[in-house]
Structures are given as C-alpha cells and as structure tokens.
C-alpha cells in the first residue's frame, strides 16, 4: 500500500511529535525527532514520512496528501488527540477510500474510546506498533493482525489478540535513510545538544519505575530491550556518513546507562568513529563509567533529578538517593561532563516547603541548564490511576495537560497545594536557577569561549524571557 505515516500539524511550535518524553510547547524552540514513526517508516519499503510540526506544514499542506496514499498512520498523543481527529477526518475527506490508523500512547492504553470518536478512524496500533503497521501497510486482512484494535464492516470495534513483545531488537531496520529521505534536520532543536544533532534509540523499555513516566507504562515496558552493539555503532557510522554536519549524536534510550557494560562497549566505539555524542542517564552512574564514557566522546547527559526531596523520590518509585544524585553530580562536574537537568513540580507529596527544597537541590548541584516541568498524569500511568483515585484532577473528564495555546498546564489539584500555585512554582525555579551571578558568568563564558554560541544563546535567552511573559499575563 501506498503507505503514509503523519505528524500531524498541531499547536504553533508544539513538540508532541513521535519521539517527545511530553508533549507540550516548551519555553524556547525545540523538536525531537519522530523516532517511533520513523522505525515503522523504516520497514515500509516507498512509505513516506511527514513531520508536520517542525516543517512549519498547516492542514491545507498535509491533506492533499490524501490522494496520493492509500493508508496513513498518524501519531496522536493525549494532548493533540482532539486536533488530530480533524487531520483525520479532513484526509478521510479528501479520499473516501483512505484507510486511516492512529497510535501513540493515548490509543494504546483506550483504543476503544478512540475508535468510538469519529469513524474517519479506521484501525488502532497497540502497544509496540512497528512490525503491526508493516502487516498493515502489506495489505494483509486486519482481523489477523496482532497487536490492532478496528472498526469492522457493521461499526462495531474488534480487539485482536496482543502483539508479543520485541526481543530481538536487531530485526528493526536503521532509521537514518528515512532521516535523510523524508526529514532536514536542521529543522529539530534542543537548547542543550548542539545544532544540528541527530537522535536514536538503541534500545526499548526501562528498568525504573517512576509513576509518571509515558512510554514505559503504555509501549516499550519495563524490561530494556536492546539492539547488539555492533548495529549501534553502524548506525551510528551511517548517521555520521549520511549528515556529515550533524555535531551530536544523542541515544534517546529511556536510561541508556541501564547496562553500563554495553554503554561503555558501544562509548569505545564512539570514540573510534570520532563523534560527539550525549545520552539519558539515572543519576547514579559509577564514576568509572562515566569516565570510560567521557574519554571517548560523551559530551553531556540528560538527567532526570525530578525533585531534591526524598520521600518524593519514594513516592514516584525513582529509586534515587538525594545523596547519590549529588555525589553523580560532583563526578561529572569533575570529569567535565555537561548536565541538563530535568525536574518535575506537583509530584505526589509535593508542598510549599517541597519546592524551595527542590530549588535548593537544583542550585546545589548546579547542572549546566535546566528544564522544570509539571506532573502530567497521562492515561495509562501509575500517576493518572493515583490522580483519578485521589480526587486530583479538577476535571472529571480527566487530564487537562496543555493549554490552548499548547503550553503544559498544571493538571493535578492538592487539597494543600492548587495547580495555579504549582504552576506559578515553575516561573519562580527558573528565574531563581537562571538569574543568579554564578549562573549568569558561566553561561556568558560559555558564549566567551564558544562565539558560535553566542547568537543561539541570545536568541533562546529572548525565547525564554517572552514565554515567561506570556504566561505571567495569561496565567
């Protein structure tokens, strides 16, 4: 089949694609890359792959489209599924014939309810969709496909057994000649990787537990499922082949750190090919690793911090000491390796005195830059059961996590906490993060050492200063 696979236009400069940890406007420009529709992409020989969002594409653009396919799959998330409906039902429009597949977390934990909204939907992905899109896109009878959820010929929605899960990583395909066929990627930014930078998975599922986290609990698992090391590192010789000005490659792994072995095989390699590279990482990697890591071209790791409180850190199921993320910190800060920092306001257990605790811990240890978010109990989380179960969300329809504008709102409620204090929390550990001498004469020298900074800098500097602005008066 002529074979599509979307992300649809959404929210003016939303990340929701199919590769973001949240979905959300963030407070300067940034897109991942659509990597969980890329690896299907990938086994679809002549499919297409349209990244609406960072391609500045509206609706007008995507659905002429229509006529040119016979299936499309568009990725949907909880905050964008309402507008992607309407992608659908446009494209459905354009082409009665259209066979129309959503996935993406959201379906896969309520593929019935999804399916009930409109029936410009056709079918539903489950779970790991890659090998279930392929038996789709090969024009095989959907009652026969593991892993699908559809609308028969009366209406009515049918449930296919599960798909099994992937053991065998190796069978995916690289996902880089899709990169380089459908995408520029110049077109994706984060602030902390260099520009312009290509992202992968090496693996899927993570060993955490954290109450909060998405695609563990609805698509990749709990247990870390990888590909050998030796595909790794050609892929990652393809990428360097194939985008000769990428500057950074990033492993966009839930905790690539989770087999320090592996990671520290697979930095070896990296550091014979030449590249410079970043990863996610629990902050509590041994400093042995982290060194083999850094000789061998590791530049930064992202960091999930979530809170300096450690009955917060029980609460979520982090499996993190305060003690032993700050030790982490101090290694890496000697070692020479850069750390953004990520943390979550709002969490179960979370007070006032919660949050200056947080602040403190932040500033402490002192990562280069930040990203402060709110809890989002998406659907299908340990966090949205507790949320649901508690009394925490004001809306009985359930979460509201963005705005209208596509900005993440404080969706959970405390009866000693409200979500507008929260949220009001989220300016507050910025400005006392960023604007603070220390800081300040770090990242100019920063823009000293590095002129090609500077520009970037500054222009995310007035990036950051008017999305505070706007949320102040919006608030």
């Given amino acids: 089949m002529r074979t599509l696979f979307l992300n649809p236009p959404s929210y003016a400069g939303f990340d929701g694609g199919a590769g973001a940890r949240y979905q959300a406007k963030r407070e300067i420009r940034s897109y991942w890359y659509p990597t969980w529709l890329a690896q299907p992409a990938a086994l679809v020989p002549d499919s297409r792959l349209v990244d609406a969002p960072p391609a500045g594409q509206t609706l007008a653009d995507v659905v002429p489209l229509a006529a040119e396919h016979d299936l499309v799959v568009l990725y949907t ?20 014939s259209l066979l129309i597949g959503f996935a993406g977390p959201t379906v896969a934990v309520r593929p019935e309810e999804s399916l009930q909204v409109s029936s410009a ?10 090998l279930t899109l392929k038996e789709v896109a090969e024009g095989r009878p959907l009652a026969g496909l593991d892993g699908l959820s559809y609308r028969d010929e009366q209406g009515r929605v049918v449930h296919n057994a599960d798909r099994a899960t992937l053991e065998d990583m190796d069978q995916l395909p690289p996902v880089m000649p899709v990169y380089k066929r459908d995408l520029r990627i110049e077109d ?14 090496t693996g899927r ?5 954290c109450t909060f986290c998405l695609w563990p609990q609805t698509v990749g698992g709990h247990r870390y499922r990888t590909r050998s090391v030796g595909a790794v590192l050609d892929e990652a010789a393809m990428a360097k082949d194939l985008f000769p000005q990428m500057k950074e490659l990033f492993f966009d792994d839930d905790t690539f750190t989770d087999d320090r072995q592996r990671a520290q095989e697979i930095a070896k390699g990296l550091g014979r090919l030449g590249l410079t590279w970043s990863c996610n ?89 930040i990203q402060v978010s709110v809890a989002a109990p998406y659907p299908g989380t340990e966090l949205y059961r507790q949320a ?46 960023y604007f603070r001498a220390p800081k300040i004469a770090e990242m100019t ?3 000293l050492r590095h002129p090609s900074m500077a520009t970037r800098r500054l222009r995310e500097g007035t990036e950051f200063l008017q999305f505070l602005g706007t949320r102040s008066r919006t608030a």
């Fill in 281 to 369: 990482a629990k902050a509590n990697v041994p400093r042995e690793t982290l060194q083999v890591m850094r000789d061998n071209g590791l530049r930064l790791l992202l960091v999930g911090y979530e809170t300096g409180d450690q009955q917060i850190l029980i609460n979520i199921k982090k499996g993190l000491r305060v003690e032993r993320a700050k030790q982490f910190a101090k290694d890496c800060r000697d070692l020479g390796i850069t750390i953004h920092g990520t943390f979550i306001l709002g969490l179960p257990g979370e007070t006032k005195e919660t949050i200056q605790e947080t602040i403190k811990f932040a500033r402490e240890v002192n990562p280069h830059t």
């Fill in 388 to 433: 649901t179960e508690n009394g925490w969300l004001p809306d009985d329809e359930g979460a509201t996590l963005v705005s209208q504008s596509g900005t993440q709102l404080a969706a959970l409620d405390y009866p000693h906490l409200g979500h507008t204090e929260i949220l009001d929390s989220v300016d507050d550990f910025y400005k006392r993060f």
């Fill in 445 to 447: 020298a920063e823009m």
């Fill in 188 to 201: 994706y930014y984060i602030g902390y990787l260099q520009h312009p930078y290509v992202s992968l998975y």
């Fill in 121 to 130: 939907i056709d079918f539903v992905a489950r779970e790991e969709f890659d």
């Fill in 77 to 96: 998330s909880s905050p964008t599924f309402a507008g992607d409906v309407k992608v659908a039902e446009a494209m459905k429009e354009a082409n009665q």
């Fill in 205 to 209: 599922g993570c060993r955490s537990r």
